[in-house]
């Protein structure tokens, strides 16, 4: 079975590239620009990994991205996450990033969007891997600095295809973004948000009544409310969920705890994504075998969930059909 999950094509929804920054990575970055690391090793990194809540990772994320500074760095860490996506047979996936967070340390947006751009672009053609960019708002911050990053993205909107919404979820409800997102929907970007992760399941309905979200990320809290469940079947609403992530960060338990297996069960558009995976333990094969250690998937909900990724990304007709044939090349599931 493991040999069957590493061959399958994987489709990735759910991934901050400044999650991928590997501690050997940051520590070279942070030798080339010379910023002090408040760590001495880079097993002293990895120890550091062990966190009580969401709240916890992102001081520990937004201290990484310290060492981030130069379009070469951008391009240094998308290419690095771009060539574990070749290792693990990810052909698709669609990155986030934080502005925010760079442009308040004086990196501009054209040095990080140009060096995301580049890597994704020579990994289409060197390596055949689809890529899309979506820029996150910090939901942590005012909507007010969300709108004023969004007008000056505009500059390079053939960057990015959509617009997310991530960080500190508990006590910054959707909501407070209406504007922003409103003004994306006019400009004809893709838009996403995170909810239902440490939120209450009303976040996820706000996503989608008051953003107008295409895509919920997590998710794994719309089992709460029945009512909902019903709304994202009917809707085929996309979950971009993101298994070991929710173990790192305990919202739940374990894996073996994990909603994932009733979700599919209901017949929610699941689909699986390892989100930060130098933190929460692994890119895509490991997200898909700690789930098939935990709960003994068959092939055909394998297929399900690759092929419920290929229905929700953000791709032309003609990629996504080239997509699906090469899912059912490699498995003989039409």
Not at 33 to 45: C, G, I, K, M, W
Not at 167 to 192: C, I, Q, T, W, Y
Not at 200 to 228: K, Q
Not at 302 to 319: D, G, M, Q, Y
């Amino acid at each position: 079975m493991s040999s069957f999950l590493h061959q399958l094509p994987k489709v990735e929804l759910h991934l901050h590239i400044e999650g991928t920054l590997e501690p050997e990575l940051m520590f070279e970055l942070a030798r080339r620009n010379e910023v002090t690391l408040p760590f001495d090793s880079v097993e002293a990194v990895r120890a550091a990994y062990d966190f009580e809540d969401l709240q916890s990772f992102l001081d520990l994320y937004y201290q990484g991205m310290n060492v981030l500074f130069t379009e070469a760095d951008f391009y240094d860490l998308t290419w690095a996450y771009l060539t574990r996506c070749q290792a693990n047979n990810v052909v698709h996936t669609e990155l986030f990033f934080d502005p925010q967070a760079h442009l308040s340390r004086g990196v501009a947006l054209s040095t990080q969007l140009e060096g995301i751009t580049r890597a994704c672009q020579d990994a289409e053609r060197e390596m055949g891997i689809s890529s899309a960019i979506i820029l996150s708002f910090l939901r942590d911050m005012t909507e007010e600095h969300a709108l004023e990053t969004y007008e000056a993205a505009l500059a390079y909107r053939e960057h990015f295809i959509g617009i997310g919404l991530d960080s500190a979820e508990v006590g910054n409800p959707p909501e407070k973004f209406a504007r922003v997102f409103d003004r994306a929907r006019e400009d004809g970007f893709h838009l996403v948000a995170h909810a239902g992760e440490e939120g209450p399941a009303s976040y996820i309905r706000s996503a989608l009544d008051t953003l107008g979200v295409e895509r919920i990320d997590h998710g794994i809290r719309c089992l709460d409310d029945e009512a909902l469940v019903e709304t994202l079947i009917a809707r085929r609403i996309p979950l971009t969920v993101c298994p070991l992530s929710n173990v790192y960060l305990k919202t739940v338990p374990d894996m073996t705890g994990h909603p994932l297996p009733a979700m599919i069960e209901r017949g929610l558009c699941v689909t699986i994504n390892s989100d930060d995976p130098a933190y929460f333990g692994g890119y895509m094969n490991a997200n898909y075998e700690a789930v098939q250690n935990a709960f003994a998937f068959s092939r055909d909900t394998w297929v399900l969930l690759t092929r419920n990724a290929i229905e929700a990304a953000f791709v032309t007709p003609a990629r996504r059909e080239a997509l699906y044939a090469q899912l059912e090349k490699a498995t003989g599931n039409p």
